[in-house]
Every structure is written in C-alpha cells, then in structure tokens.
C-alpha cells in the first residue's frame, strides 16, 4: 500500500538531510506509528506521502501510485484517496460539524444529497450524533478532532494519515481517538500515524517504526514507545 | 450545486472587501474608456486617411516664362502616364479665379496681383492617389515645370495630430490597465487570505484546481466586466456630449463616429477586461496559493 525506497529529503539551506536512506515498506491495512523526537523527520514522511513535498532521492509508491513522478495536477485526483487529521483539527470555525464534514464531499464535486445521506452516518460512526450542528467552539478538543476524522473517513479513503492527532488532548481523550482510529483501521483503512505520545504507542501494541536522525533506528511489529 | 456554490462564493467575494472592489471597478472602466477611445480614433483616422488621400489631387504648376513646346512636351507626357487618370489645364485666368475665391476677404492683396504673374498649371487624378510622390519625383525636374504640389504636407499633418492623441490615450489606458492590475492582485490576495482555511481544507482532500481558483478568478472577471460596461457608458457620454455637442462644429472636418462604431468597441473592452483580470489573478493565486 505504501513503499518508500531509499527516499532521502534535504530541505534546501539544512546542514543534513531530514530523511536519510528510508526504506519501508507498510501493507493494506496495517496499523503504523512513527515516532521519534521532534525534529526527526516524521513528519516529512506524511507530507511527501500526500504529495506536498518532493524526496530529493528515493522513490514513493502509493496505492500503487509513483508519487515521485506524480505531476501536481494529478494531485487532487490523489489526494482523494488519503484522510488526513492533524494536531490543530482544521477545521472551520464558522461551520458546524456536519456542514465541515460536507464541505469536504462538496467541494470534491459530491451533490448535497450524497451528503445528507453520508454526513449523519460517518458523524454517527466518530460518536458525534446528536451534535452535528455545533459548531467547532461549542466543542470539546477531543469532539473536535472526532469531526476531523469524520471528515477524513467521510470519503472512505485507503489511507489515513494522523499526524499527531493526540497533540493537544488531554490522555483519556487521547485513549478515546486511538479507540475510533482503531475501529477506522478495522474497516481496512490503513492507518499511519506519527506520535510521541508514548502511552498510546505502549497501550496500542501495533506496528513502531522509529526515526533518529532521519534514519529508521527501529521497526518492530507489536511494538513499544522503547 | 457546484456552479451555485461558485457563484455565491464570487458574489460574497466582491461584498466583502467592497471598498476595493470599487476601486477596482474605477480604474478598470477609466483604463478601458482610454482603451476604446484610442482604438476608435485608430479606426477613425485609418478612415479618414483613406477618404482624403482618395481625393488627393497633384497640380503641377508651371515657369512664368514656359515655352509652348515645353507645355505641349509636358501635357503629352502626362497623358501617356499610366499613373494618371486625367489632367485639366489651368490657365492663367482660372488661376486668378481661385486666387480671387481664396483671398476674396483681402481686396488689397487681390488688386495687387495681375492675373498674368500667376502660373499656370496642370491639375491631376491619379489611377492610385496613394502615389503622388512618386509622380512629384517625376516631374519636378521637367523643364518648364515650377513645382509640383499636392495637400499631403497639410494632411500629414493633421493626421499626426490625431495619432499623437491616440498615443496619449492609449499610454494613459496602458499606466491605468498597470494600477487595474496591482488593484486586481491585491484584491485577490486579500480574498485569498480571508479564505486561507477554506482553501487549505479543499486542497487537503483533494478538490480540483479549477474549483479552488474559480470563484476567486470569477471575482476578478465579474469586475473587469463591471468595469468595461462602465468604460462603454463613459464612451457613449464622450460620443453624445463632447464629439455630437462641445465639437460639433468641426463636424465637416471628421468622419462621424456611429452608435454601431461606440457599441463596436465594447467587445474589445470587456475582452482586455476580462482577460486581464482573469490572468492577473489567476497568476497571483499561483503565487499566493500555490495550487
């Protein structure tokens, strides 16, 4: 599902390069956490991996896709096959949940009948029913990343990349998002995702791929925070 | 549902940031105004050229001392001359008829000429009036030949006149079309920044291009073609008041400007409008979105 080969990543003007000689290899669905400390590289991976930056060296394959050769046009048609959740939700603020959740089918060209039919059901799944119109300030940290899933699940992608999506949740929320990442990873979505939050890595008992340095320094299956 | 979404979102557009857009509006319709002001005068010059070198005449005038083989030589040539169509001989009385017409307010001047000092010429058409230099070159050096004179110096002239205010108004479409742009990216950018989340999200998961940049490249368009639709009202006010009122006397003078000709002009305003504003934001979203 996903292949990164030898993919080095040097910003311009960085004495040494954030990715250094990658190799990985993650199947359909898999459960991935990268972890490592800031500044490691991770989250390179998830940005080459939608398509955002370019590796300087290597090769990405996604979905059977060569990500590498991929020309931007071809960008969005890509992207709609990847969710994506991030630390700071982004979601927007004079929307409520569901007309986020929507806005994201619309503007891929769905009508809004599709998504009266799909929004209700996909923010039921994420255990929002009841509060589809409030709107992100009405809104807990925790109900409002579950809108972020929502809205990355919404259009049933093969891919789903959490970049820290605990980041700003306090530890029982943490454990409640990994619980509905977990059931997304059970429909077959692969799930990668990129954390320091050790507790979660330790309780999840999946897949921990390791960065230092740019470099994999570990890749274990079932593993730990270590 | 995608159209209505784009429209609504270029309507939304335009209100929001309402002081620029009337900005832009302003100098696009004045820009375009210049714009179609100096192609009219263009089309009307080309016109008028036309219409007057059409009935250029050359008159050849001759020595006062000119011999009867010389007229005889020089009248058989011009007929044999394939550039010109006929020649009416002027003799010294038709002259002073002419000069009479031409000074007729000044009786002092015209007792002082004696018909027998004035020349007499011969008056030409040409097949192709466009070459009545080269039959000055021609016969200018004929003996018995004076000069050779036609009203192109005169024309020339009055035509430079009306290039020369063609070029100023094209310069001035051209510096206003310069600040229309900056207005156009500027406002585009401002739309762009107060959408940043938005468009963020879209292209997040995955919305085309077209569909990110088309309400802001429509807001830009909407404008340019609010602004030729003024441009073409200014047009008309400058058609009715200034050319059919304030310069009506020199009517004779012109070839008239026709509704059809103002309403002509329109396309190419709303065409440089609209085409201007779409690429100008389009480039600055390119810049400033990166998608």
């Known amino acids: 599902m996903i292949q990164l080969e030898q993919v080095t990543k040097t910003y311009p003007k960085a004495s040494r390069p954030s990715l250094d000689n990658v190799s990985v290899a993650i199947e359909k669905g898999e459960f991935v956490f990268f972890i490592g400390p800031s500044g490691s590289g991770k989250s390179t991976i998830i940005k080459m991996l939608l398509h955002e930056v370019a590796p300087s060296k290597g090769r990405i394959v996604v979905n059977g896709k060569d990500v590498t050769s991929m020309r931007s046009w071809k960008r969005p048609a890509f992207r709609r096959s990847i969710g994506c959740v991030f630390q700071d939700f982004r979601l927007l603020p004079n929307r409520t949940a569901y007309e986020n959740v929507a806005f994201a089918l619309e503007v891929i060209g769905k009508t809004k009948a599709v998504a009266r039919r799909v929004v209700p059901e996909v923010l039921e799944l994420v255990g929002l029913g009841g509060k589809e119109h409030r709107y992100p300030q009405e809104l807990s940290g925790g109900e409002q990343q579950r809108v972020a899933v929502a809205r990355a699940f919404v259009n049933r992608p093969l891919i789903l990349l959490a970049d820290e999506p605990t980041g700003n949740l306090d530890p029982d929320t943490s454990i409640e998002i990994m619980r509905l990442l977990d059931r997304i990873n059970r429909t077959g979505t692969t799930v990668v995702m990129v954390t320091h939050d050790s507790n979660i890595v330790n309780q999840m008992r999946r897949r921990v791929i390791e960065i230092e340095s740019g470099r994999i320094v570990r890749d274990q299956a079932r593993g730990v925070y270590g | ?291």
Request: charged share 20%; net charge negative; no cysteine.
């Open chain 2, 1 to 291: 549902m995608r159209l209505k979404y784009v429209l609504s979102e270029v309507m939304v557009g335009l209100w929001r940031n309402v002081t620029m857009t009337i900005a832009m509006i302003i100098t696009m319709a004045v820009s375009l105004t210049m714009l179609g002001a100096s192609g009219l005068i263009y089309v009307k010059v080309a016109e008028m050229k036309e219409l007057y070198f059409e009935n250029i005449e050359v008159s050849i005038f001759l020595e006062t001392e000119v011999t009867e083989e010389q007229k005889t030589a020089i009248k058989a040539s011009l007929d044999a001359d394939p550039l010109i169509d006929s020649v009416t001989y002027v003799n010294k009385e038709e002259a002073y008829e002419v000069f009479e017409e031409m000074f007729r307010d000044s009786p002092d001047l015209l007792s002082a000429i004696d018909p027998e000092v004035l020349p007499e010429s011969y008056r030409l058409k040409l097949v192709n009036p466009q070459e009545y230099e080269a039959i000055g070159e021609q016969y200018a050096e004929i003996e018995g030949v004076d000069q050779v004179v036609d009203r192109s110096g005169v024309l020339d002239k009055i035509f430079n006149l009306f290039s020369a205010g063609q070029k100023i108004a094209l310069v001035a479409a051209v510096a206003m079309a310069v600040a229309a742009l900056l207005l156009v990216a500027n406002t585009i950018q401002v739309a762009a920044y107060s959408k940043r989340r938005e468009v963020a999200v879209m292209k997040l998961v995955g919305a085309s291009n077209w569909f990110i940049q088309a309400p802001f490249v429509l807001e830009a368009v909407v404008a340019g073609l609010i602004g030729s639709l003024l441009g073409l009202g200014a047009l008309a006010g400058l058609k009715k008041f200034l050319f059919d009122g304030a310069l009506s006397a020199l009517q004779g003078l012109f070839a008239p400007v026709s509704w059809g000709e103002v309403l002509l002009a329109f396309p190419l305003m709303a065409a440089v409008g609209g085409v201007i504003s779409a690429i100008t934001a389009w480039v600055t979203l390119r810049f400033y979105l990166r998608v």
